[in-house]
T-cell receptor, first 114, second 113 residues
Framework: SQKIEQNSEALNIQEGKTATLTCNYT??????LQWYRQDPGRGPVFLLL?????KEKRKERLKVTFDTTLKQSLFHITASQPADSATYLC?????????????FGTGTRLLVSP | DGGITQSPKYLFRKEGQNVTLSCEQN?????MYWYRQDPGQGLRLIYY???????QKGDIAEGYSVSREKKESFPLTVTSAQKNPTAFYLC????????????FGPGTRLLVL
């Protein structure tokens, strides 16, 4: 069966350190993968999209890698700040109907302490 | 400001009652989606619509209904057949052209009295 796995345990790190979050998937062959940020009681907000032919993508302090052999994406936040504390969701596209549908992971909660 | 609005922010449902959640977008997007979010389960797709007057069931459509009479609006009705409606409901939209980000509304939290 198809599955997307993100670490359900919260990740606690100290301010200034690099946070690394993992997204593993099975039985998908996505053309791209997305990462979203969600704050408590609010809707997710898009952060980055990485395509299957891209190894790495960066945006300011954010970096995403995509390894289609390992079926894994890593999401890095460098020089983390308390304001980065949130839940981060990965999402894969599912194109079996010829129309974009996203399948979301359960998310990993990041807590950055001062 | 372009975006998606959802109302109400909190909604209470009594036993046997149907309730309707509103979702409006002014992004001129063709595609709209409804998700349900439960703790520890991520987002699950309820219904989606590619164009006006057309919609398809998602993974957990039972107990829900939708309509898409206008491009801007995609209301979700939680019927009395939905036995466990307590959840956080999110509406999203995209242009429908593929490989794109989804824009989400602020969500509606539905609670059962």
């Amino acid at each position: 069966s198809q599955k997307i796995e993100q670490n359900s345990e919260a990740l606690n790190i100290q301010e200034g350190k690099t946070a690394t979050l993992t997204c593993n998937y099975t039985n998908y062959s996505p053309a791209y993968l997305q990462w979203y940020r969600q704050d408590p009681g609010r809707g997710p907000v898009f952060l980055l999209l990485i395509r299957e032919n891209e190894k790495e993508k960066r945006k300011e302090r954010l970096k995403v890698t995509f390894d289609t052999t390992l079926k894994q994406s890593l999401f890095h936040i460098t020089a983390s700040q308390p304001a980065d504390s949130a839940t981060y969701l990965c999402a894969l596209e599912e194109m079996n109907t010829g129309f974009q549908k996203l399948v979301f992971g359960t998310g990993t909660r990041l807590l950055v302490s001062p | 400001d372009g975006g998606i609005t959802q109302s109400p922010k909190y909604l209470f449902r009594k036993e046997g009652q149907n309730v309707t959640l509103s979702c409006e977008q002014n992004l001129n997007h063709d595609a709209m989606y409804w998700y349900r979010q439960d703790p520890g389960q991520g987002l699950r797709l309820i219904y989606y619509s590619q164009i006006v007057n057309d919609f398809q069931k998602g993974d957990i459509a039972e107990g829900y209904s939708v309509s898409r009479e206008k491009k801007e609006s995609f209301p979700l009705t939680v019927t009395s057949a939905q036995k466990n409606p307590t959840a956080f409901y999110l509406c999203a939209s995209t242009t429908g052209q593929g490989e794109e980000t989804q824009y989400f509304g602020p969500g509606t939290r539905l609670l059962v009295l």
